[in-house]
C-alpha cells in the first residue's frame, strides 16, 4: 500500500501563486507515475499533470498549460505541483494520485492510491 498526504491549498487572489506538495509513504518503490486532479464545486474529477518516475516525462491539461508545474523529489518521496497566473476556474479540491502501472497518465482510471485531497479557493 502507498499513502499520499496532500498540503499547501488555501485561498487566493486572482493571478496569484501556490505550491501544492504531497507526500508519499509505504511501497513507494511500486510507483511508476504520479499525478495531480482535481475537482470543482459540481464537476467531475479532472486530469491536472501528471510525472513519470523514470524518466520524468511530464504532462499537462491544456487548462494549466503555461501555468502549472509538475516535479518530484524521488529522494524525500514528494510531489509538487507549482501553481502560478490562478484564476477563479482553478477552485478546486486538488489529488494527489500515484500508479503502479500507467500507459495513459491523464486516465483517472490508471491510478491505485489517491490522497484525501487539498481545497484551493481562486478568489476573483
Known amino acids: 500500500q502507498v499513502q499520499l498526504v496532500e498540503s499547501g491549498g488555501g485561498l487566493v487572489q486572482a493571478g496569484g501563486s501556490l505550491r501544492l506538495s504531497c507526500l508519499a509513504s509505504?511501497?513507494?518503490?511500486?510507483?511508476?507515475?504520479m499525478g495531480w486532479f482535481r475537482q470543482g464545486p459540481g464537476k467531475e474529477r479532472e486530469f491536472v499533470a501528471a510525472?513519470?518516475?523514470?524518466?520524468?516525462?511530464?504532462y499537462y491539461a491544456d487548462s494549466v498549460k503555461g501555468r502549472f508545474t509538475i516535479s518530484r523529489d524521488n529522494a524525500n518521496k514528494a510531489l509538487y505541483l507549482q501553481m502560478n497566473s490562478l484564476k477563479p476556474d482553478d477552485t478546486a479540491v486538488y489529488y494527489c494520485?500515484?500508479?503502479?502501472?500507467?500507459?495513459?497518465?491523464?486516465?483517472?482510471?490508471?491510478?491505485?492510491?489517491w490522497g484525501q485531497g487539498t481545497q484551493v479557493t481562486v478568489s476573483s
Open positions: 494520485a500515484a500508479a503502479r502501472r500507467v500507459g495513459a497518465p491523464a486516465g483517472r482510471n490508471e491510478y491505485d492510491y
Open positions: 509505504g511501497r513507494t518503490f511500486t510507483i511508476s507515475a
Open positions: 510525472i513519470r518516475n523514470f524518466g520524468g516525462s511530464t
